[in-house]
């Protein structure tokens, strides 16, 4: 994945334990297509050494004010022309102090104060140097300032106390840059959606269900949570993690998706139906395992609620969009299921090409007609399909 090609971060380490992830987060924003620049305190020094930064990103690190490297001899004005962004990881209590207050005694704060590109902080400290009044009154007025603040966590600390505090994860920290980065053509709008299998139980030990992985719809939500959308997310069983910023509510079967789909429906602007819901369950519910019997066994089953046509053809319905896995005549088939389920919108793809894997093609049908996105990676298509529903909305908005 390239999420970062073309960008370049100017990274800030300042003195504490969390140092350590800051080297990964390089590693990993180098891996993502990022040229990155670290600018070093000289207490960040103390724990991770430049020569680190330096193998890791290619480049030498930044640590003196006077650094004759920028032709002008002034590295706190020319490093972040042209940066996509200024993360600072960690920020100690003490960085946070030097910024909520302007000051501009070393590289770095002099740097974040003579940006030209947004400022990130990712906090990392012990928990009472957190809660203290003086941390919290300089976070809020960062926070006033337009500075964005990733974290902190709850978990173990260096200190061997457990609580607020603890630095992001470089993996988290590297979702939510790239979050931050992202157009947000979504902003202050509430996404719900569906994804997944849902699980109809025969009983306790067998049920029916589909191959969905659920992985295009969680790639969804994440991609509308970084279009800036408030999301919730439905999730049949599957073994994936909750993108970050995701409300999350686990289900089963399709019922219990109906059920939680109505609940949280109240107030959505848009509902993406993407789980493969079973169309049917099973009559009955054995208490007990079935037995082994005869030669034969029938299955009585029951039709399950068709959530997504349901709440498209409620009077005060959110903007609806459908997915249709097809394994032929996939436009007439989806065009088809648009129609008759009253919706904005139908992603489509054919079951070959999207199913299990990590990639997709997909064509979008809308009342203009057909839109092929390009191929490629989940999250990129999904990026994809949420500026299409973005434009869809605003035009929409246009003619009322
Ligand atoms: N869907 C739903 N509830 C159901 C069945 C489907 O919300 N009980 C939604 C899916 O999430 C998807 C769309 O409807 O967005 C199309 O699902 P699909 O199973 O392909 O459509 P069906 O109407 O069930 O048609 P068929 O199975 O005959 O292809």
Known sequence: MNEFQGKRVVLGVTGGVAAYKAAELVRLLVKAGAEVDVALTAAGAQFVGAATFQALTGRRVWQALWDERMDNGMAHIGLTRG???????????????????????????????????????????????????ATQRNVAQLRADGVSILGPAHGEQA?????????????????????????????????????????????????????????????????????????????????????????????????????????????????????????????????????????????????????????????????????????QDLAANAEGKRVAKKLALVVGNLVQDGLGGDTNAVTLFDAAGAHVLPPGDKSEVARGIVAHIARLMEKQLGQH
Do not use: W
Not at 160 to 186: I, N
Not at 254 to 280: C, E, H, K, R, S
């Open 159 to 327: 200190c061997g106390e457990v609580g607020e505090g603890r630095m992001l994860e470089a993996a988290e920290l590297l979702d939510d840059l790239h979050a931050f980065l992202q157009p947000k053509p979504m902003s202050g709008k509430r996404v719900l959606l569906t994804a997944g299998p849902t699980f109809e139980m025969l009983d306790p030990v067998r049920g029916l269900t589909n191959s969905s992985s659920g992985k295009m719809g969680f790639a969804l939500a994440r991609a509308c949570v970084e279009a800036g959308a408030e999301v919730t997310l439905v999730a049949g069983p599957v073994a994936l993690a909750t993108p970050r910023g995701v409300r999350r509510i686990d289900v089963q079967s399709a019922v219990q998706m109906g059920d939680a789909v109505t609940l949280a429906l109240p107030g959505q602007n848009v509902f993406i139906g993407v789980a493969a819901v079973a169309d049917y369950r099973p009559q009955k519910t054995s208490a007990h395992k079935i037995k082994k019997g005869p030669s034969s066994l029938t299955l009585q089953l029951d039709a399950n609620p068709d959530i997504l046509a349901e709440v498209a053809a409620r009077p005060d319905a959110p903007f609806c969009v459908g997915f249709a896995a097809e394994s």
């Open 83 to 133: 940066a996509a962004a200024l993360l600072v990881a960690p920020a100690t209590a003490d960085f946070l102090a030097k910024l909520a207050h302007g000051f501009a005694d070393d590289l770095l704060s002099t740097v974040c104060l003579a940006r030209d590109c947004p400022l990130l902080v990712a906090p990392a400290m012990n928990r009472q140097m957190l809660e203290n009044s």
